[in-house]
């Protein structure tokens, strides 16, 4: 599966809302703090949501760092292209 979005794209991020899955969302790992990452939502894991990358062969995700901390949902692409992301 290609990439929702690529190095370099300008998104907007909200936390008015608990995520649901398949939402692209800003996470920190509880495993690693501070480092931010973008991620699909999967579901609720016990002290924070189980996130997976686009590229499933390619991505650091939950299955090797567990948890994240969801921060917030990703609403929009700004730049390059602007466009609305939604859940699948």
Not at 1 to 25: C, S, Y
Not at 28 to 45: C, E, F, M, Y
Not at 53 to 79: C, F, I, K, Q, Y
Request: glycine residues 10%; proline residues 8%.
């Amino acid at each position: 599966m290609a990439p929702t979005l690529k190095d370099g794209d300008v998104i907007l991020a909200r936390n008015r809302r608990a995520p649901r899955t398949g939402d692209v969302v800003v996470v920190t790992w509880v495993t690693r703090p501070g480092q931010l990452s973008i991620k699909r939502a999967a579901g609720p894991d016990g002290t924070g949501w189980h996130v997976e990358g686009d590229n499933n062969v390619a991505s650091t995700d939950s299955r090797e760092l567990g948890p994240a901390l969801v921060h917030g949902v990703v609403v929009a692409r700004l730049w390059p292209q602007p466009r609305l992301l939604s859940s699948r």
